[in-house]
């Protein structure tokens, strides 16, 4: 059979698993709808947040990140994983024993302010939207190289899945379907990293492997590629190339940034009690350090492999993979000293960013290229590190099924991120904004409908956002993360660990932290990306790092605001006392 | 002492070590520890790639025994 019928029957019989499992599962009330009648058990909790968390980036970018980042990668592996210790200790348990729907109702009820309340939906709204366009284009991404289909049907066809089972099901639905897409996720993961690990030390677990010494070598595999790209003038792949206050400032963005992000804190309010609700947070991380482990093992041997078929290769005898991504147009070869090998180093092989190809092919069937060759480096080899994850089956001869599995894996990690965050948007939407501000007279049956409208509507604009991508969708990533830890983090810790703050300091500090990095980034990345390098930046922190500095500021302003502001209500205090009781 | 103030000396004892593991070994000391080796890994680099992880999640899991324990003295 071939592959792409495989991957039909693998992804069809994915799909109909997905609408399965909403049908049976819909939601019938608001409570449903918005926190899946809060009776998740923890570990199925777990493993949703852990699909919720794991998107189309994790899932198919950051190995590949991590192979050309290097150590400079590690800021990913620790950021993204490190945010769920601060949620299971600071935030999660007392926003579940809160017990309401939202992350806004939180901080609209806590500082007894709608305004406060819209504050935290718009800053909600712009984290959401961000990480949504993203999603759909990985889904739009996956359908066209696995199954021919324009990169347009395939958004289509994706917002017609999520579309059936968020609106149908609502979180009730999305937690189910969550679970069943988290075990195609890292099935799909894991077996590539398992064959690719016996393959280079003969040891099974990747992350031994990844320590482990080459087969039939004394040498370890980590001094093995060290020493293999220094060789090709790279900087060494176990030393950080970035400065340690950037490298600090990003990891810590990322950590207070996902302790943040309104679509994982809500995943918290599905369980049944503020016990489960840690014990949860344990269980999403475990299940995330599955795949968060494996990758920077995945990494390291893509890496090795990759220069090891491929360096002083003619190209003749280059593997079929590499053929097969050269048609797709993700690795290129320009035979600058027409040896007819392929010479692979550090810089860019050629002027330009990006291969543009000719239609015409070389006397050794290469496609040609119509860049302009870059002088001042010898490497000759193109390679996006986007397809890392992808072609490792091909590179480890895995049988074609593994293909089909893997292409049914990237859209498992889309959908159910895409879902996730559809529906944080939507009740901030019907929730905060219509019941609970400017409409609080309709009915929860009015109520559940808007709800379903709202997630109606806002896949369209996702959609939309992903047929017609904004060129910055991969810059704004940087967005979501800065913007979570410098406006909503500060408000929700100091609303459950301190009695007195105000909501003129809830206000004042969430606009501080907002604006103060809402501008940098966009000064650094779109007013004057020239000036974009580390002799410009504020302390040497880059935009994606900025958010510490933002979440630091946002806690100055509300501690100076609460000294000079009327201290909250007597209900406040109860209520922080409250749930802060066991 | 309160429930709340042996909650908070808890929370802050276990987010030591959340700093000390990813932020300290892992970043800042990472050079000053690297002469000692986990199989091939030096050890700042195991840290920043896979030992924090690991950390992590035994620190969810110790807090969340810890708490429970207090949570149920506070009941009684």
């Not at chain 1, 590949?64 to 980042?69: P, Q, R, Y």
């Not at chain 1, 050794?364 to 089956?393: K, M, T, W």
């Not at chain 1, 590179?395 to 498992?412: E, F």
């Not at chain 2, 070590?17 to 070994?25: E, H, I, P, R």
Request: hydrophobic share 50%; with cysteine.
């Amino acid at each position: 059979m071939e592959a792409q019928t495989l991957t039909y029957i693998f992804v069809g019989l994915s799909f109909a698993l997905y609408i399965g499992i909403a049908i049976a599962s819909r939601a019938k009330s608001t409570n449903d709808f918005y926190v899946a009648g809060k009776g998740v058990n923890p570990v199925a909790n777990g493993m949703a947040t852990a699909a919720d968390w794991m998107s189309a980036a994790s899932f198919l970018s950051m190995a590949g990140l991590i192979a050309f980042l290097g150590r400079d990668g590690s800021v990913y592996l620790m950021g993204w994983t490190g945010g769920y210790v601060l949620l299971a200790l600071l935030l999660a348990p007392y926003l579940r024993k809160y017990g309401k729907y939202t992350v806004p109702d939180f901080i609209g009820e806590r500082y007894y302010s709608n305004v406060a309340r819209v504050v935290a939906v718009i800053c909600l709204i712009f984290i959401s939207f961000t990480y949504i366009a993203g999603q759909m284009r990985g889904v739009g991404i996956v359908f066209s190289r696995f199954l021919e289909v324009e990169i347009e049907m395939g958004v289509i066809i994706g917002m017609g899945i999520v579309f059936i089972y968020a609106v149908l099901g609502g979180m009730k639905g999305i937690t189910y379907t969550q679970v069943a897409q988290y075990c195609v996720m890292i099935f799909a993961y894991l077996v590539p990293a398992i064959f690719l690990s016996i393959m280079l030390t003969g040891n099974p677990i990747p992350q031994l492997g990844f320590g482990d010494k080459l087969l039939n070598s004394e040498i370890y595999l980590i001094d093995k590629l060290d020493k293999t790209i220094i060789d090709l003038g790279f900087s060494p792949y176990t030393e950080y190339s970035k400065s340690l206050i950037d490298i600090f400032c990003i990891t810590a963005a990322l950590m207070f940034g996902t302790a943040g992000l309104p679509h994982v804190i809500v995943r918290f309010f599905t369980v049944p009690n503020m016990q489960a609700a840690r014990r949860s947070a344990g269980y999403a991380l475990v299940f995330i350090a599955i795949l968060y482990t494996t990758a920077p093992a995945v990494a390291s041997f893509a890496r090795l492999n990759f220069i090891d078929s491929v360096q002083n290769t003619f190209y003749k005898d280059a593997p079929d993979w590499f053929k097969n991504w050269e048609n797709i147009g993700l690795i290129s070869w320009m035979d600058k000293n027409q040896d007819g090998k392929m010479q692979y180093s550090s810089g860019s092989p050629f002027v330009e960013s990006r291969p543009i190809f000719s239609d015409e092919r070389g006397n050794l069937g290469q496609r040609l290229l119509e860049n302009e060759a870059n002088a001042s480096s010898s490497n000759e080899v193109y390679l996006d590190r986007d397809i890392i994850v992808l072609a490792n089956p091909e590179i480890a001869n895995l049988p074609i099924w593994v293909i089909a599995l893997v292409a049914a894996g990237g859209l498992a990690a889309a959908l159910s991120t895409a879902a996730g965050l559809l529906l944080v948007i939507s009740s901030s939407i019907s929730h905060d904004l219509m019941k609970q501000t400017f409409m609080p007279q309709i009915t929860e049956k009015k109520e559940l409908l808007y709800a379903r409208l709202a997630a109606g509507i806002t896949i369209l604009l996702a959609g939309l956002l992903g047929i017609f991508p904004p060129a910055f969708v991969a810059q704004v990533v940087a967005f979501a993360f800065g913007l979570a830890a410098s406006t909503l983090f500060p408000v929700l810790f100091m609303g459950i660990f301190s009695k007195n703050t105000t909501k003129e300091a809830a206000i004042g500090g969430m606009l501080a932290g907002l604006v103060f990095t809402f501008s940098y980034i966009v000064f650094f990345k779109f007013i004057s990306p020239e000036l974009n390098n580390s002799d410009y930046w504020f302390l040497g922190i880059s935009p994606e790092g900025i958010g510490v500095i933002g979440m630091i500021l946002n806690f100055l302003v509300m501690l100076l605001l609460t000294k000079s502001s009327k201290s909250p209500p007597e209900s406040v205090i109860n209520l922080v006392e409250t749930i802060r009781r066991p | 002492m309160t429930f709340w103030q042996k909650n908070l000396i808890l929370l802050s004892s276990l987010l030591f070590f959340w700093f000390l593991c990813s932020f300290g070994f892992g970043i800042l000391f990472s050079e000053y520890i690297s002469f000692m080796k986990i199989g091939g890994f030096e050890l700042g680099f195991w840290f920043s790639q896979q030992g924090s992880i690991y950390v992590f999640i035994i620190l969810i899991f110790t807090y969340s025994y810890l708490v429970e324990r207090l949570e149920k003295k506070e009941k009684k």
